[in-house]
């Protein structure tokens, strides 16, 4: 049976790689896209690439236009999605690319966020590890789901083995990414110029000031054995962005203190086991590290791990796509999961390139 859906959001960056996705999706009808300002104008004038939705017209964000469909993305700005999802009750799955659902703590929420908190939903990272699990366990037959924030996901799947399996120190984590513009939304800003940002390297959020902390701390803490699970304030991570000049990608550079007598083989053993089986997050052989390049388009992660004995830490150099992995990809990768069907419809291991 077809699955209907509706996109709100439609005119901006995550919502035109969840229709990029979706257009290849066998199972789905795309019958609905949305926006705010955009709204009445063809949806070919903001996804000229999107060739075979041209017949598609972006209609208002309203509850009543939203409803009546099987599945309802919600790819809005930070603060405008719950303001909708009491009023979609009625729609058996809504899966929300902000951020709005995806903290379980109020106290997080309240400093790095603000205003009215929302009822968290599952997390939409399949194989991030969960008590003795994954998360694709919790996202089976799941009615509501937050996709993950884009940095967020990254070091959180870069870590996890490592906490799960005891061979780091997650209370000293330092993570530095490079990362592209799109993350931040197609909202004219000056600092994301062309002209601000060509040719140049910029940091922001520096000093523990990015929305992204507490998701990470919160899927770590999620990820160890809960007999032995640190509470998330117990996991502190120095966390420094750069936007740098390339349209998508992250480039995620995580590194955590080994814990005494730990072996390299036990090191390398977390990790591999961690994803053995897993499709979309693939860990590379010894001195292999992975370019923002390798993954552009897809919907995979690929980890490179080094052992650092002089400083005494483990290195995992992260890659992966900010609109596909980061946010469409996995989303609908959980929409997948939630609906019953094999995991991979629609997303692809595969990039383009050159």
Request: proline letters at 7%; glycine letters at 10%; aromatic letters at 4%.
């Given at each position: 049976?077809?699955?209907?859906v509706?996109?709100?959001?439609?005119?901006?960056?995550?919502?035109?790689?969840?229709?990029?996705?979706?257009?290849?999706?066998?199972?789905?009808?795309?019958?609905?896209?949305?926006?705010?300002?955009?709204?009445?104008?063809?949806?070919?004038?903001?996804?000229?690439?999107?060739?075979?939705?041209?017949?598609?017209?972006?209609?208002?964000?309203?509850?009543?236009?939203?409803?009546?469909?099987?599945?309802?993305?919600?790819?809005?700005?930070?603060?405008?999605?719950?303001?909708?999802?009491?009023?979609?009750?009625?729609?058996?799955?809504?899966?929300?690319?902000?951020?709005d659902?995806?903290?379980?703590?109020q106290?997080?929420?309240?400093?790095?966020?603000?205003?009215?908190?929302?009822?968290?939903?599952?997390y939409?990272?399949?194989?991030?590890?969960?008590?003795?699990?994954?998360?694709?366990?919790?996202?089976?037959?799941?009615?509501?789901?937050?996709?993950?924030?884009?940095?967020?996901?990254?070091?959180?799947?870069?870590?996890?083995?490592g906490?799960?399996a005891?061979?780091?120190?997650p209370?000293?984590?330092?993570?530095?990414?490079?990362?592209?513009?799109?993350?931040?939304?197609?909202?004219?800003?000056?600092?994301?110029?062309?002209?601000?940002?060509?040719?140049?390297a910029?940091?922001?959020a520096?000093?523990?000031?990015?929305?992204?902390i507490?998701?990470?701390?919160?899927?770590?803490?999620?990820?160890?054995?809960?007999?032995?699970?640190?509470?998330?304030?117990?996991?502190?991570?120095?966390?420094?962005?750069?936007?740098?000049?390339?349209?998508?990608?992250?480039l995620?550079?995580?590194?955590?203190?080994?814990?005494?007598?730990?072996?390299?083989?036990?090191?390398?053993?977390?990790?591999?086991?961690?994803?053995?089986?897993?499709?979309?997050?693939?860990?590379?052989?010894?001195?292999?590290?992975?370019?923002?390049?390798?993954?552009?388009?897809?919907?995979?992660?690929?980890?490179?791990?080094a052992?650092?004995?002089?400083?005494?830490?483990?290195?995992?150099?992260?890659?992966?796509?900010?609109?596909?992995?980061?946010?469409?990809?996995?989303?609908?990768?959980?929409?997948?999961?939630?609906?019953?069907?094999?995991?991979?419809?629609?997303?692809?291991?595969?990039?383009?390139?050159?």
């Open positions: 049976m077809t699955i209907s509706a996109v709100s959001g439609a005119s901006g960056y995550a919502g035109g790689e969840i229709l990029r996705l979706l257009a290849a999706h066998p199972e789905v009808e795309i019958r609905t896209v949305t926006a705010h300002s955009n709204a009445g104008q063809p949806l070919i004038d903001h996804q000229p690439h999107l060739r075979s939705l041209a017949h598609l017209t972006l209609q208002d964000t309203t509850p009543e236009v939203l409803a009546g469909h099987d599945v309802v993305f919600l790819a809005l700005p930070h603060g405008q999605s719950a303001q909708y999802t009491e009023m979609l009750a009625d729609v058996p799955l809504v899966i929300d690319a902000g951020a659902h995806r903290l379980t703590d106290a997080a929420w309240d400093q790095f966020y603000g205003g009215d908190f929302p009822e968290p939903w599952a939409g990272v399949p194989e991030l590890l969960v008590d003795g699990g994954k998360q694709r366990d919790v996202l089976a037959g799941a009615r509501r789901i937050a996709a993950p924030g884009c940095n967020a996901s990254t070091v959180s799947l870069s870590l996890a083995p906490v799960v005891g061979v780091i120190d209370g000293d984590i330092v993570s530095v990414l490079a990362v592209g513009p799109s993350g931040a939304g197609k909202s004219l800003k000056t600092n994301l110029l062309a002209s601000e940002i060509l040719g140049s910029n940091p922001y520096v000093g523990g000031t990015h929305r992204h507490p998701e990470i701390r919160q899927a770590l803490a999620a990820a160890a054995p809960a007999a032995a699970a640190p509470a998330a304030a117990d996991i502190r991570i120095s966390f420094t962005p750069v936007l740098v000049p390339m349209a998508r990608g992250i995620a550079t995580s590194t955590a203190p080994i814990v005494p007598g730990v072996t390299d083989a036990q090191i390398r053993e977390a990790w591999e086991s961690a994803y053995a089986d897993e499709t979309f997050v693939q860990v590379l052989p010894e001195g292999r590290f992975p370019r923002t390049a390798d993954v552009l388009g897809a919907n995979t992660a690929l980890l490179g791990l052992i650092d004995r002089a400083a005494n830490r483990v290195v995992v150099v992260a890659a992966v796509d900010n609109l596909v992995k980061g946010t469409a990809g996995a989303a609908i990768q959980s929409m997948n999961i939630a609906l019953g069907l094999p995991e991979s419809t629609g997303v692809s291991v595969n990039g383009v390139a050159p």
